[in-house]
């Protein structure tokens, strides 16, 4: 009988450890029939499954297996030679008729069990019609759902020098490692128009809104504002030119015991003007929410080391906040939440697979990291940060009542909180392209496989990944405008687009800078170790040393920091998928297009800081990771 013959060729990955000199076997099938098991070798013989090799094998069948569907890979220790872990590429297939296929695998094969690895063509469920295909889909799931739980988000109760600091002196030692922006956020820490800038583009440019009327809790006037009638509140907020921070998530948190110490933590609100110049500053502080005498409202106007201590407990204030509700729960905890159910809910053939797998990369891992060295009982920030401990989770319990779909949109984001025209605003203006940026990509790949809405709503898997987001990461409330299920294919863009936006864009935002704004304690003290003033007139240097955190939890806080704002080893930028999980042209196609669009975007932003006293680079798209690894 005539045999046919199928040209293998396997690719090894490139990383650590991926070589096997194990003995490797493939099966084949397809439409028609399979091939059978058959060992893998060639005349490199053992060295075939070494790091980066690329081996070519033939593969005999009796009559042609038609259009391939899946192979089966194994791998078996020989003789008394250990068990390798080995970590395959892709497989690339030749048939007899002259057809290549493509097996993207990028994956760890551990043990001597029978692996199945699908076709690379992107298939939705509702099309995925051969009984193989569809054994094979249902086994993947099975298994994933096993592997990946989901962690609810109301979580378990998540330098040893205790000294307080003897002078500024004592702690510009102390700040031992600088980076360009670190070296400036040191020297201009104390000026108001640095404090409303970070309100724009710092690493919490989530907070601050538009005022059109001043909250009842905070009983500003005219002439507290604006000495000698120069102008009016009513009509400075009818111009647009009143903002508000308020921190009233934080009112009443219990406030962490730090080396035996008390800590505070305020509440406070602030409300800022826009300048005729264009530049945004402070013009009233209050510490806590409710009004009282001992509550005093705080302005620039007042002695050197009153204003200074408002504007210290205001940066404490959003230390906390920005760590656990806009860093931790906005970016990993949400990560997390989008990439378990992937894995639990869509298999590696289907195209949001395809899309979004790269966008997941490290998530998992970095997270269990965090949940044991920073948020644990013993961990890092539960021991140095004001909010630490039981303040931790009734903060992150406060925020998920404002964490809806419109606030993670920054489009709709920005336009709720009536920023638009804000001048200055790089996070917003850089922020908006990316995400436009990512949504004509988005729309590209899903718009090349979803071609109506019906399609969308008969896809179960889909379904089942959006249903499994609606109840675990945002507990089935209706009130937060997540969708419970995709019906169109706009809002399927619109929620995938958020994924990838939150999980690359919005997490390099809030992250990346954290060393540069909060290495330098002063300008971000993770706690404060005094109560604020009560009254007028009390305060000096003195004061100031007092009530910094002591000199352990300082320390710790700036190595926190330092660790959290660094770039993991093997970065992969946005838009780059060393994984070629797509095979066909026009996604392949469409990934070009998507990283030249990058690329341009990221000219025009280096352009724009070259002009820039202050240069925005968190959104360089170089310097924005796929996922959250960090």
């Not at 702690?171 to 970070?198: P, S």
């Not at 409300?271 to 402070?282: A, F, G, I, Y």
């Not at 971000?524 to 004061?543: D, I, R, V, Y």
Request: net charge neutral; charged share 25%; hydrophobic share 35%.
């Amino acid at each position: 009988m005539k045999m046919v013959n199928y040209e293998v060729t396997v690719f090894t990955g490139s990383l650590d450890h991926a070589t096997t000199y194990n003995d490797v076997y493939i099966k084949l099938m397809g439409t028609d029939g399979e091939s059978c098991r058959t060992q893998l070798r060639d005349y490199k013989g053992s060295s075939a499954f070494a790091r980066g090799a690329v081996s070519s094998f033939t593969v005999p069948c009796p009559v042609s297996i038609g259009k391939l569907l899946l192979i089966e890979l194994d791998k078996q220790r020989f003789s008394l030679f250990p068990e390798e872990d080995w970590f395959p590429d892709k497989v690339e297939i030749k048939s007899p008729e002259e057809v290549t296929y493509t097996v993207p695998i990028y994956r760890w094969i551990t043990d001597s069990k029978v692996h199945r690895f699908r076709e690379g063509t992107a298939l939705r469920v509702f099309e995925d019609n051969h009984r193989l295909g569809r054994y094979s889909r249902d086994k993947e799931l099975k298994r994933r759902k096993e592997e990946y739980r989901m962690i609810e988000l109301k979580l378990e109760v998540l330098a040893n020098c205790k000294k307080k600091w003897k002078d500024m002196h004592h702690l510009n030692r102390a700040f031992w490692h600088k980076t360009h922006m670190a070296d400036y956020v040191q020297e201009h820490w104390k000026e108001d128009v640095f404090f409303g800038y970070q309100y724009l583009n710092g690493i919490n440019p989530m907070l601050i809104r538009r005022c059109t009327a001043l909250p009842s809790n905070f009983p500003v006037t005219d002439d507290m504002v604006f000495l000698h009638g120069q102008s009016r509140l009513e009509e400075e907020m009818k111009k647009g030119n009143i903002f508000l921070a308020d921190y009233k998530i934080l009112d009443g948190v219990k406030q962490n015991v730090i080396n035996r110490k008390k800590q505070y933590l305020m509440a406070p609100l602030v409300l800022l003007h826009k300048t005729p110049q264009d530049q945004l500053m402070p013009v009233a502080i209050q510490l806590k929410q409710t009004p009282a005498d001992d509550n005093p409202i705080f302005f620039p106007t007042d002695s050197e080391y009153d204003w200074l201590m408002a504007k210290i407990f205001v940066r404490s204030a959003d230390f906390n906040i920005h760590e656990l509700n806009v860093h931790l729960l906005r970016t990993h905890l949400l990560a997390e939440v989008f990439t378990v159910s992937l894995l639990r809910n869509v298999p590696m053939v289907h195209p949001l697979y395809k899309l979004l797998i790269h966008h997941t990369r490290y998530t998992l891992q970095i997270n269990i990291l965090a949940r044991l060295l920073l948020i644990s009982k013993t961990g890092v920030f539960t021991k140095y940060a004001a909010s630490g401990g039981e303040g931790m989770i009734t903060i992150l319990r406060r925020s998920m009542s404002s964490m809806t779909y419109s606030s993670l949109c920054i489009p709709d984001d920005i336009a709720e909180r009536g920023l638009e025209d804000v001048p200055n605003f790089h996070y917003r203006d850089d922020g908006l392209r990316l995400w436009d940026i990512i949504s004509r990509f988005v729309q590209g790949v899903l718009g090349h496989y979803y071609k109506n809405d019906a399609e969308v709503k008969q896809d179960s898997e889909l379904q089942k990944w959006i249903s499994d987001i609606f109840v675990h990461g945002f507990l089935s409330k209706k009130s937060t405008g997540i969708p419970q299920s995709f019906t169109s294919v706009a809002e399927l863009v619109k929620f995938v687009t958020m994924v990838i936006f939150t999980s690359s864009a919005q997490h390099a935002a809030v992250s990346s800078g954290q060393y540069d704004f909060d290495g330098w304690m002063p300008n971000a003290p993770t706690s404060l170790q005094c109560p604020p003033p009560t009254k007028k007139g009390t305060t000096n240097e003195a004061t100031m040393l007092d009530t910094f955190p002591d000199v352990s939890t300082t320390v710790h806080g700036m190595a926190v920091v330092w660790l959290l704002s660094k770039q993991s080893t093997d970065f992969v930028p946005l838009g780059h998928y060393p994984k070629n999980h797509f095979t066909e042209e026009t996604p392949c196609k469409l990934i070009k297009e998507f990283q030249e669009r990058l690329e341009e975007f990221e000219a025009n932003v280096k352009a724009r800081n070259g002009s820039l006293g202050v240069p925005y680079t968190y959104l360089i798209p170089a310097e924005v990771e796929n996922s959250v690894t960090l």
